[in-house]
Nanobody
Framework: QLQLVESGGGLVQPGGSLRLSCAAS????????ITWFRQAPGKEREGVSC????????NYLDSVKGRFTISRDNAKNTVYLQMNSLKPEDTAVYYC????????????????WGRGTQVTVSS
């Protein structure tokens, strides 16, 4: 059974850091592009960062460029999102999702999703 499990969320002060993980089971992650999405209360889900199958291409939402870094370890079947200099506006539930083919920030392009991990940035 294909499964994605996010972890690493929590409560952090502004300016702090967190590293999210997305562990896959039941399939080989290396064949998929992976995107981190987030959804804040009352807002639409938005794509934050996507990484290609090889890891050679990564792109980011403008508001997180220079602060977030996406990476993947295909040997561990895991994708990471290193989040630095966190801001209160980064507060959201963060989800990972996978798709065959190229990166996309459209939720409709993704069939497989994790259940999410809460990130709260507050003093």
């Amino acid at each position: 059974q294909l499964q994605l499990v996010e972890s690493g969320g929590g409560l952090v002060q502004p300016g702090g850091s967190l590293r999210l993980s997305c562990a896959a089971s039941g399939f080989t992650l290396s064949s998929y592009a992976i995107t981190w999405f987030r959804q804040a209360p009352g807002k639409e889900r938005e794509g934050v960062s996507c990484i290609s199958t090889s890891g050679g291409i990564a792109n980011y939402l403008d508001s997180v460029k220079g602060r977030f870094t996406i990476s993947r370890d295909n040997a561990k079947n895991t994708v990471y999102l290193q989040m630095n200099s966190l801001k209160p506006e980064d507060t959201a539930v963060y989800y990972c999702a996978v798709r065959l083919g190229l990166c996309s920030y459209s939720s409709a392009d993704y069939r497989y999703w994790g259940r999410g991990t809460q990130v709260t940035v507050s003093s």
